[in-house]
């Protein structure tokens, strides 16, 4: 099975983007994390179109945006239009969550739907066969930095059973506290895409980081 890192492009040095990005291309990482948020669905503001242009222009490879934000449809469109691959929207921000998934696949894109910490998996169950994606945050969205929530492992165990022969092929991606020091970890429990921020653009040297949770991926441990 293939690995997915997604190094989140909000951690980055926003004086120095265009060099992140490059090291981000040059590296081992499979796809940029964007992170958007209104201020409104999570007490932060991150950024929108501007700097997904930016992004866009010099990446080389797939743009994975996870959308913190209220009344999501409005907006897809614009995000696919502006270089998104995949559009992962919160099942807390959709009223109508089919009718947004819809969207995304319409718009040219694969479509994920993340899950706060206290929302369970089993409310995806009438749709989880339209998804790529579904995306556990293992901390509460709005901020970098803050420590794993330790149930994030069963989710993911009890995502796993609830796809069993019926989206066999689903990513099942981890956000939130996640580094060289549970990467492992989460792999056992099901996992096989791993957004990091902190855990990446902190340390010394980035690319080797990256390159250490790629071989960590293959070193699962159980829980």
């Given at each position: 099975?293939?690995?997915?890192?997604?190094?989140?492009?909000?951690?980055?040095?926003f004086g120095?983007?265009?060099?992140?990005?490059?090291?981000?291309?040059?590296?081992?990482?499979?796809?940029?994390?964007?992170?958007?948020m209104?201020?409104?669905?999570?007490?932060?503001?991150?950024?929108?179109?501007?700097?997904?242009?930016?992004?866009?222009?010099?990446?080389?490879?797939?743009?994975?945006?996870?959308?913190?934000?209220?009344?999501?449809?409005?907006y897809?469109?614009?995000?696919?239009?502006?270089?998104?691959?995949?559009?992962?929207?919160?099942?807390?921000?959709?009223?109508?969550?089919?009718?947004?998934?819809?969207?995304?696949?319409?718009?040219?894109?694969?479509?994920?739907?993340?899950?706060?910490?206290?929302?369970?998996?089993?409310?995806?169950?009438?749709?989880i066969?339209?998804l790529?994606?579904v995306?556990?945050?293992?901390?509460n969205?709005?901020?970098?930095?803050?420590?794993?929530?330790?149930?994030?492992?069963?989710?993911?165990?009890?995502?796993?059973a609830?796809?069993?022969?019926?989206?066999?092929?689903?990513?099942?991606?981890?956000?939130g506290?996640?580094?060289?020091?549970?990467?492992a970890?989460?792999?056992?429990?099901?996992?096989?895409a791993?957004?990091?921020?902190?855990?990446?653009?902190a340390?010394?040297?980035?690319?080797?980081?990256?390159?250490?949770?790629?071989?960590?991926?293959?070193?699962?441990?159980?829980?």
């Amino acid at each position: 099975m293939k690995y997915i890192i997604a190094p989140s492009i909000l951690s980055a040095d926003f004086g120095n983007l265009q060099r992140d990005i490059e090291m981000i291309n040059n590296s081992e990482a499979d796809w940029f994390h964007v992170d958007v948020m209104d201020g409104v669905f999570v007490p932060n503001i991150s950024f929108g179109f501007p700097v997904m242009a930016a992004v866009k222009k010099h990446a080389t490879k797939p743009l994975d945006v996870h959308l913190m934000i209220v009344e999501p449809d409005k907006y897809i469109s614009d995000f696919a239009k502006a270089g998104a691959d995949r559009i992962t929207v919160h099942y807390e921000a959709c009223t109508h969550l089919h009718r947004s998934i819809q969207l995304i696949k319409a718009s040219g894109c694969k479509a994920g739907v993340a899950l706060n910490p206290h929302t369970p998996v089993t409310l995806l169950q009438d749709v989880i066969e339209d998804l790529d994606l579904v995306l556990i945050m293992s901390v509460n969205p709005g901020f970098g930095g803050q420590a794993f929530i330790h149930n994030t492992y069963k989710k993911i165990q009890d995502l796993k059973a609830l796809i069993k022969g019926i989206n066999d092929d689903l990513i099942i991606e981890v956000d939130g506290g996640v580094g060289l020091q549970n990467i492992a970890t989460l792999v056992s429990a099901g996992a096989n895409a791993f957004v990091a921020g902190n855990a990446i653009f902190a340390t010394e040297s980035p690319t080797a980081t990256i390159a250490k949770m790629k071989q960590l991926t293959h070193n699962s441990v159980s829980i």
